[in-house]
């Protein structure tokens, strides 16, 4: 671990096979990301963690770490095309922080608020995505989903059942529950699963829990996103408590 | 029993004058008021434009949801609407009893609520008009005008509205739109110090409150032919009270009297609220008109509010608020009083009950306790009730086997005024109005009557004198003969063709 690159001028050691966000959170070192799990293996379709390597753009969570590299991240340029693609994120979806129980805990929003988006800026697709509320357990709200398949990679990879997957292409992609009907009953799925307590924003819900945590002591209340390298471990504690 | 100028009989005759808008929050509402040659008013409506929706959309929602999302209804008391889903949800978990804790916080959170409401109406939204006159000079008709006049008075007001909020923000989480009621239960005590804080200053807040109480009564008694008067319509009221009769603004069962004040039903279940109140819609507005059913849709009308409430209990339960209940009463020797400005009044006696309540709640240990939520067997239909600064509101929701809401329907406080102020607004038209040319002081005694019912569309349009209001005088093929407007900064035009 004797290798290091710099991050905005910040020597990082790295490890053999670690990429830049890997190295960037075990370092304690913020990089903006929505897709990115320490857990999981990096799936790479957000691209918020986006950074310039030697002048050049890269996805940092697969970008592999390189002795020497000089990589900027926190750069207006760089924060106003992660502000961009966040602004996309909302608009494609149906984004209504004001009575959503992931809010103050929610990636996306505490993502928007440190880039400082103040307007969604592009025109609402107002997307129709009727919640499955057919699982005793668990909500499922498509409304709010980013598409960043860490409850897929959760479900296959730790829980062995591949109860999510991403279907469709291109804008016509939507994250399913993978089962005959389409309806969450008709998989395995339980509120213990990895898959329930991965999702960074508000999709995969416990239900008739919500508003539990008063202002103040929601996840994002306590410290911005950006005082932590990554925030997953203290969402994930929010979604198993009471679970 | 109405002013028989709801609907003129040959409208394409007359000439059409209109206020639009009247306000901007909260369902924009407009007045159109038809003339005929003599310019005599044959017609008076006021109209809500504005379809919100909040009923359809809620449905498909997940009920946990629901407290927090339709509070949003409002922005100047979203804690009713917080609180009475709270209690509609509290149905369907089966939380029939709310552990000690939870009610008195609610409790807390409702009569700080109150209280801020009814100081900001009466000081910042009204106390120009009654201070000044109605047809004052309007560059000074504002809060501001006040604070410079009577600068004691508006910083009491001020400071009023300031602690009811911050009683709002220790129990709900923020001043407006938060989180702390939630089914079963509420998700936040107040802590040590925060009730030390509130303690701190509820005593200048009773004191206070016994101070405006003696300045609507004093407005009242300096010109009582006006005030007794004005807008004056005679209906029935209604509001929850206590099983003993008493004044309760969280909870209670639904009693109503007519006119003359004989009560009409009284204990009744709110959750049979569909027995005892129909709706009926009139397709020039999007606000219904509800009627006790057991008059019938064309003597049903009823008040709601400060009004209804001060007048429909039997005792208020804080000493001072009773005291000055018992004067109101016996101020029109046991006849009830209908005097649209007679709210005002009625309402400062409210805020002196919501400040001693407050008080007394801060002395109980409950406000400090840990067990915060409970649940019980779970339902699928659930009615909240609550009164809201306004008057009764009925929450109503239908909740499925999978969590989803199927079914909402909500009554909100304004709308049980609706005929009300329809009628206000006909007597005051009627009889300031009638073959008079067009001023802004005359419009403004059309909006005192409205302002007089605190209608949620009140509330925006007198904040600081930035209302902007144009009425126009069309002639009766369609011309446009008079335009006057008042703008954003105050200032009022007129602009004839």
Known sequence: MNATFTLDGRPVAFSEGQTILQAAVAAGAYIPHLCFHPDFKPHGSCKVCTVKVGGRHAASCTTRATAGAVVESDTPELNAERRALVQMLFVEGNHFCPSCEKSGDCKLQATAYDLGMSTPHFDHFYPDRPVDASHPDMLLDFNRCILCSLCVRASRDVDGKNVFALAGRGIRTRLIANSRTGRLVDTSFSHQDKAAHVCPVGVILHKRRGFETPFGSRVFDRKPISARADSTAEIAAVEADGS | ?497
Request: negative net charge; charged residues 25%; hydrophobic residues 40%.
């Open chain 2, 1 to 497: 029993m109405t002013y028989g100028l709801e609907t003129a009989e040959h409208p394409e005759k007359l000439r059409r004058v209109a206020i639009d808008p009247v306000s901007r929050v909260e369902g924009h509402g407009k007045v159109t008021i038809l003339l005929d040659d003599e310019g005599k008013v044959r017609q008076v409506r006021l109209h809500v434009v504005e379809f919100r929706g909040f009923e359809r959309f809620i449905q498909g929602r997940p009920y946990w949801e629901v407290p927090v999302m339709v509070q949003r209804l409002c922005g100047i008391c979203p804690v009713s609407h917080h609180l009475a889903a709270s209690k509609a949800m509290d149905a369907i978990v089966g939380a029939h009893r709310l552990t000690p804790a939870a009610e008195k916080i609610r409790r807390l959170m409702h009569y700080g609520q109150m209280l801020q409401s009814h100081a900001l109406h009466f000081f910042h939204l009204c106390s120009p008009d009654l201070l000044f006159g109605f047809a004052s000079d309007v560059a000074r008709r504002n809060i501001v005008g006040v604070a410079a006049a009577h600068p004691e008075t508006a910083r009491r007001g001020v400071l009023l509205r300031r602690f009811g909020q911050e009683v709002i923000r220790l129990t709900a989480g923020k001043r407006i739109h938060g989180t702390g009621s939630i089914p079963g239960g509420v998700n936040k005590a107040l802590s040590a110090e925060e009730r030390a804080a509130l303690l701190a200053d509820i005593y200048d807040m009773v004191a206070w409150s016994r101070d405006a109480v003696a300045l609507a009564k004093e407005l009242h008694g300096k010109d009582p032919a006006l005030y007794n008067s004005f807008g004056v319509f005679r209906s029935g009221f209604m509001s929850l009270v206590a099983p003993d009769g008493a004044m309760d603004f969280y909870d209670g069962r639904l009693r109503a009297r007519d006119d003359a004040g004989d009560i009409l039903f009284d204990q009744v279940d709110y959750r049979d609220y569909r027995t005892y109140i129909r709706e009926e819609v009139k397709p020039w507005s999007y606000m219904k008109f509800p009627f006790l059913a057991q008059l019938g849709a064309e003597k049903g009308w009823y008040k709601v509010g400060p009004l209804a409430r001060v007048q429909n209990c039997d005792h208020i339960p804080t000493p001072l608020a009773d005291a000055e209940r018992r004067e109101f009463v016996d101020y029109a020797g046991g006849a009830p009083i209908h005097a649209p400005l007679a709210y005002h009044w009625a309402r400062m006696i409210e805020m002196l009950h919501a400040a001693e309540t407050i008080k007394d709640l801060l002395h109980d240990d409950d406000i400090v306790g840990d067990d915060l939520v409970c649940t019980g067997e779970r339902a699928r239909e659930g009615v909240g009730v609550i009164e809201a600064p306004r008057g009764t509101l009925i929450h109503h929701y239908r909740v499925d086997d999978d969590d989803l809401v199927t079914m909402c329907n909500l009554i909100v406080s304004t709308t049980h005024n609706n005929q009300a102020m329809n009628e206000a607004i006909r007597h005051v038209a009627k009889r300031y109005l009638s073959g008079h040319e067009l001023t802004e002081g005359l419009l403004n005694h059309i909006e005192v009557a409205i302002r007089a019912f605190d209608p949620c569309l009140s509330c925006a349009t007198h904040a600081l004198g930035k209302m902007a209001l144009e009425v126009t005088l069309v002639d009766a093929g369609g011309a446009e003969v008079d335009r006057l407007a008042r703008h954003g900064d105050g200032r009022v035009s007129r602009d004839r063709p």
